[in-house]
């Protein structure tokens, strides 16, 4: 991946960027939803791709659960 030096930025800075933990990026770092330059040992994102970066939807899909059962009057 080709980046400028400018473009890129530090996991901890990504992650206040996105308001999320640093943990939160390493998470999607080592899912390879975000790409990663490694410059002297250190790993470093692009900025542009992180501001562009759009989570997932997760959880139950809506409709497709179980309806409770009523419980019984006593």
Do not use: C, W
Not at 39 to 49: A, D, N, T, V
Not at 53 to 62: D, F, I, L, N, T
Request: charged share 40%.
């Amino acid at each position: 991946m080709e980046a400028k030096l400018a473009d890129l930025i530090t996991q901890a800075e990504a992650a206040r960027i996105r308001d999320v933990s640093r943990e939160a990026i390493y998470n999607l770092v080592a899912r390879e939803k975000l790409s990663v330059v490694e410059i002297g040992g250190q790993k470093f994102l692009k900025r542009s791709e992180v501001e562009k970066y759009k989570p997932e939807v997760g959880g139950r899909p809506a409709g497709r659960h179980k309806p409770r059962r009523k419980a019984k009057a006593k």
